[in-house]
């Protein structure tokens, strides 16, 4: 019933290899190649599938390799343009593909919306679409339900206080505007203005954390033979003792271990198991790392400190260039004193994203806890860890789009306060942060505000 | 004598006027009946138009062939442009008012226009007609029958009774039957619309005291003067007319000092004073005695009108309040206390204002008094303003429940339109919330319970940086020549204002500015700044706090008629939020087209809840857009309404 690009995950959350992100609407195409680099160039074709990855727009870093499926209109579910990704790399990839869609200038799609459009162009019979009605009243009630049980959560309570800090703006805005000859106060509210953004930013900081915290990370250990890999995964799962819980790798060359870091279920990949062998590509397990780095979010780069840097090891290094990267420098107990520095190694390395660097050792416990540390770190975008008991966790993706429009508007509001532009465009910025902030609240700005407005304000001829 | 007319207009305050005239404008023989000819489009309370989104409609009325704008500008003592800098969307003409010269030229207007006619008479009752052919186009639909007993017949009827309808005036404990004070009430006619099943509610409103000029020490006073650039609330081309000449030529009043009397017109102005300790005193100490809080007032004031007794009650710690002393025209020595609207028995007032320095001998020829009236319940009219118990009976103005002579103005024409096009057999005329204030107004009032009397503001309308007073008639006059509201020659003019601002907007965007020590020089010196990098002329523009004009000498660029420049420089300024807007509507467009039948079976519609069922039944609303704005609708409602909706679409075809 709307003709913007609306995007979604279609497949259901949870741990799985694959996660597919749907998009349909009459930009989606345009907004998909905004994401996308096809390993080979060209036009993206209907009904043909593309290999490549998904990039985020401005940093240019890879963020997944994806699959791409391209179904014009009015040759797809919806008789719209559709486009979708197949995510390889767990929930986080899936997550930002998401958010790369949202950031290109899609919109998430409510409950049902492309079942909707699919019945409103036509492609499916009445009948189809009362059945999944069904499903969107259940999901409308569930969505009641859950923001009743917020009501009494911290998420609805911060954002209630933001929304009437800012209720509280708009009222004064609005009251100037309105009654340009009635004595009002003059009031600053720049510094209102910037505490509320402040805590939109870390409610928004929490979001992504939220993902982090409620779907986890992969983590994959690569490096070469006898660097120290498969103890410091022993080390890594020591280093808590509350769960380790080993499970079957997905593939066979792999081992998996879950870890729990920090309040973070982190899923430690271990290309393990490797036999010597006079094969290079065999003995350094090229292949097996390959397929631990797929199912990754993130890979930590293991190297022996007490030999110098060798090609296998910049072989291995390379594989992981398209993945954030720890590197790992251990056995420093034994650590050669004329071999070069960690610093000029990571220089040496030249990884694109490393992340972050550590010195090790596992055999005597030294630089784990920082490795930890640093590992969390990097999971949670570089924000610090949560502290106990401060579960402020945004982990709904609604939510977590509603807030960062409203910090997109709140930051434009500032700007245009800061730059003392007209006050009418203040409240256009400041009503509509307020409106997306209360779709988290289910609640609208309305006759509120002139109740806000005539308690506040003595006005009025 | 001929009794039939296609559309009859009962009162003659500002919907009524708006609403003759826009009825005789579509060539319906109208017939306009009010208690008292010389009171038409009567200023009952302050003698101003306009304001912040009150002169909006103003302007929308002007642009689709109202009167008020043009009435205004021909009687106004002062004009004001508020909210200058506040932004072009809330920027906006207020005009102070000769108020019987007012209702004097919105007679001779009236009396000038073909096919209406003005009768005096009180009407008492209406009759609902059984049309013998019910299919018969020309079958008379009422009979209106007056005081006298003398009856008319009209195929459409527009119903606007101000706070005529049971009105009931009050100051202290005095309470007396009256439409406006000294006039009588249609106490008929309400008890009418209850017996013909109208559910009505009490509304209340209330006006300040009027004073005696020679009596006000004008030197403690504030002056506040009109503005010295020529402004107009109607839309005059330079290629086709003038603007009118005001309708007084002699010398104002001697008593009002600081009048100007040169420049683009003579001008009283308005003069501040405010209240201090004594007067507060006093109102705290005759609280018992005031009739908002004795229970003697039971009608619902409007909050934004509050009385001076409620403003010092509810902001105890406020120390003073301004009034303003507006002149009721340009000879009367009655004067307006604009902000003390109060019905405080008449010794408080006159011992209130007495304590204020510049009224110390202050002599009061009207006193201030509460009024409470009959309005219809929200929900008894939909989007056209036809009644939904009698085809053909339109209603506006505080009837429906709103308060102001500009809103008032604004439902009459929209009401004369609908009920020209009934008597015609053509579909409604709806404007959307993106369109018009006319319609985020029209559709506020049929999708919100009313709880207090109504009243227009700019934070009310959501697209409002699309609906600016600049660009009214770019918006709305095509429409109105479609309807036959205006005539071709001011069609082709607004279309010629139009191709004016884009062609200059063209110019600004294709000329590139180079930052030349030169240019840099002379764009410093106009108070510009400098450029780093090349840029067009409207990049330049759009910078804060340049000016066209700035921007025009510094690189001689063309020069166009001053309302052109102000549009083209909202639209460089703007635009990215006029975009913004503009894709808001765009996105909410088909939910907005996606009309209900005003029979639409409710109780059919399976899954629909019960609550919603009420909320829909109650309202009916108009569009899909409209059902979404109710309060208690969510959207799987609307959801399972577009599903129903398709499929009766669908069934329809089969």
Redesign the interface.
């Known amino acids: ?4 690009t609306i995007v979604a995950i279609a497949t259901p959350p949870g741990e799985g290899g694959l996660g597919v992100v749907r998009m349909s609407g009459p930009e989606a195409i345009a907004f998909a190649s905004r994401l996308f680099r096809p390993v080979r160039p060209g036009p993206l074709r209907s009904y043909r599938l593309r290999y490549g990855h998904v990039v985020d727009p401005t940093s240019g870093l890879v963020i997944d390799e994806v699959l791409v499926a391209v179904m014009r209109a009015p040759q797809s579910f919806t008789r719209e343009d559709v486009v979708e990704f197949s995510c390889h790399g767990g929930p986080l990839p899936v997550q930002q593909t998401l958010q790369g869609c949202l950031d290109a200038g899609a919109r998430l799609a ?1 409950p ?1 919306e492309f079942t ?1 459009r699919a ?2 162009n036509g492609r499916i019979d ?1 009948s189809q ?2 059945a999944t ?1 069904d499903v ?2 259940a999901q ?2 569930a969505g009641l339900a859950l923001a009743q049980a917020q009501l009494g959560g911290w998420l609805a309570r911060e954002v209630r206080a933001v929304r009437a800090v800012l209720l509280d703006l708009l009222a004064y805005v ?1 009251v ?8 009002v106060e003059p009031q600053d509210i720049g510094p209102r203005l910037r505490t509320s953004l402040q805590t939109v930013t870390s409610l928004l900081q929490g979001a992504s954390q939220g993902l982090v915290y409620r779907h986890g990370a992969r983590v994959a250990i690569v490096g070469q033979p006898n660097v120290g890999k498969s103890s410091l995964l022993n080390a890594l799962l020591r280093s808590d003792r509350a769960i380790v819980t080993p499970v079957p790798g997905t593939t066979r060359d792999t081992l998996e271990e879950t870890a729990n870091l920090n309040g973070i279920p982190v899923v430690l990949i271990d290309t393990a198991g490797i036999h010597a062998s006079n094969d290079l590509v065999e003995r350094l397990g090229i292949e097996r790392s390959r397929a631990a780095l797929a199912q990754a979010d993130l890979a930590l780069l293991v190297v022996d400190a007490s030999r110098p840097v060798e090609d296998e090891d910049l072989l291995i290094a390379r594989l992981t260039a398209d993945k954030p990267t720890l590197l790992v420098w251990n056995k420093l107990d034994q650590q050669d004193p004329a071999a070069p520095s960690l610093v000029s190694i990571a220089a040496h390395l030249a990884h694109p994203r490393l992340a972050a660097t550590v010195a090790t050792s596992v055999a005597t416990g030294e630089g784990l806890e920082t490795l930890v540390q640093s590992l969390v770190q990097v999971l949670l975008g570089g924000h610090a860890p949560l502290a106990a008991g401060e579960a402020r966790l945004v982990s709904n993706p609604r939510h977590h789009d509603a807030l960062h429009r409203a910090h997109e508007y709140l930051a434009a509001a500032l700007a245009g306060w800061d ?7 203040l ?2 910025d400041l ?1 509509a942060a307020l409106n997306a902030l209360g779709e988290i609240t289910g609640e609208s700005v ?2 509120d ?2 109740d806000l407005i ?1 308690s506040q304000f ?4 | 004598m001929q009794h039939l007319y296609d559309v009859i207009v009962i009162g003659a305050g500002h919907a009524g006027c708006e609403a003759a005239n826009a009825a005789a404008r579509l060539g319906c023989r109208t017939l306009l009946l009010t208690i008292d000819l010389d009171k038409l489009a009567h200023m009952s309370c ?1 003698p101003s138009i306009g ?3 009150k002169g909006h409609l103003v302007r929308e009325l002007d642009a689709m062939g109202g009167l008020i704008a043009r009435v205004t500008d021909q009687t106004a003592i002062q004009i004001r442009l ?2 200058e ?6 920027q906006s003409l207020r005009a102070q008012c000769d108020k019987r010269l007012y209702a004097q030229v919105m007679k001779e207007t009236l009396e000038r226009m073909p096919g209406l006619d003005l009768r005096q008479a009180m009407v008492e009752q209406i009759i609902p007609l059984q049309p013998t052919d019910p299919t018969d186009p020309r079958a008379a639909r009422f009979t209106v029958v007056t005081h006298t007993g003398w009856q008319y017949q009209a195929r459409a009827l527009v119903l606007t009774t101000g706070t005529f309808l049971r009105g009931r005036a009050v100051t202290g404990q005095a309470a007396w039957g009256a439409g406006r004070a000294g006039e009588a009430p249609a106490m008929a006619l309400g008890n009418d619309l209850a017996s013909l099943g109208f559910p009505l509610v009490r509304l209340k409103t209330g006006t300040p005291p009027r004073i005696d000029a020679r009596t006000i020490d004008f030197s403690q006073t504030e002056i506040q003067h009109g503005s010295r650039v020529p402004y107009y609330f109607g839309h005059y081309y330079a290629d086709l007319e003038a603007p009118p000449a005001p309708a007084y030529h002699g010398e104002p009043a001697a008593i009002y000092p600081a009048a100007l009397r040169e420049g683009w017109r003579p001008q009283l102005p308005c003069y501040q004073v405010y209240t201090g300790a004594d007067f507060h005193r006093l109102i705290r100490a005759n609280l018992d005695r005031a009739p908002l809080f004795s229970g003697v007032i039971e009608g619902v004031g ?5 009385s001076i007794e409620d ?1 010092i009650v ?2 105890a710690d ?1 120390e003073r ?2 009034f ?1 002393l507006e002149p009721e025209g340009w000879k009367t020595h009655e004067v307006y206390v ?2 003390c ?1 109060t019905s405080l028995p008449e010794d408080v007032q006159w011992a209130m204002l007495r304590t204020i320095p510049a009224l110390r001998k202050v002599e009061l020829m009207r006193i201030g008094y509460a009024i409470e009236y009959d309005a219809v319940s929200t929900g008894e009219v939909g989007a056209d303003l036809q009644t939904r118990r009698l085809a053909g009976l339109f209603l506006a103005g505080q009837i429906n429940g709103t308060t102001g002579y500009e809103e008032a103005a604004a439902q009459g024409l929209m009401a004369g339109i609908n009920a020209a096009r009934f008597a015609q057999q053509a579909p409604a005329l709806i404007l959307r919330r993106d369109q018009a204030y006319i319609g985020v107004l029209i559709d506020d009032l049929v999708t ?1 319970e009313i709880h207090e009397p109504y009243r227009m ?3 009310r309308a ?1 697209h ?2 699309l609906l600016r007073q600049d660009n009214a008639d770019l918006r709305l006059s095509p429409l109105a020549h479609e309807l036959g509201l205006i005539d071709a020659a001011r069609a082709a003019a607004v279309e010629r204002r139009r191709a004016a601002a884009e062609a200059l907007y063209t110019t600004l965007s294709e000329r590139r500015i180079f930052p030349s020590a030169d240019t840099n020089a002379r764009l410093t010196a106009a108070g510009i700044g400098t450029l780093n990098n090349p840029a067009s002329a409207a990049d330049v523009l759009a910078r ?2 340049v000016s066209y004009p700035q921007l025009r000498t510094a690189l001689d660029l063309p020069e166009a008629a001053r309302e052109i420049e102000e549009l083209v420089e909202v639209t460089c300024k ?1 635009g990215g ?1 006029i975009e913004r ?1 503009q894709r808001e509507v ?6 907005e087209n ?1 009309r209900i039948p005003d029979t639409f079976d409710y109780h059919g519609l399976n ?1 629909l809840r019960n609550e919603a069922r009420q909320v829909l039944l109650r309202f009916r609303p108009a569009t ?1 857009g409209q059902a979404s704005r109710l ?1 208690g609708i ?3 409602d609307v ?2 309404l ?2 129903a909706l ?2 009766r679409t ?1 069934e329809s075809r089969l």
């Open positions: 019933m709307e003709q913007d409510r049902g909707l019945f409103l009445l679409a009362e009605l969107i009243r409308t009630d609005t100037i505007v309105d009654f340009p000859e009635d004595e730059a003392n532009d007209p006050t009418d465009l409240g256009g009503l309305g006759d505000l002139l005539f003595c006005i009025g001829k | 302050n304001g912040p989104a508020l909210n800098s506040k932004g072009p969307a809330v409007p909050r934004y009108c509050p403003k509810r902001f406020k309040h301004g303003f604009q902000g609207n919100k503001f700019t934070s959501e409002r940086l804060p706090h703007y939020y807007q765009e996105r909410m467009h088909k939910m996606r899954g899909l309060a969510n959207p799987s959801a399972i577009l599903f398709e499929r669908s």
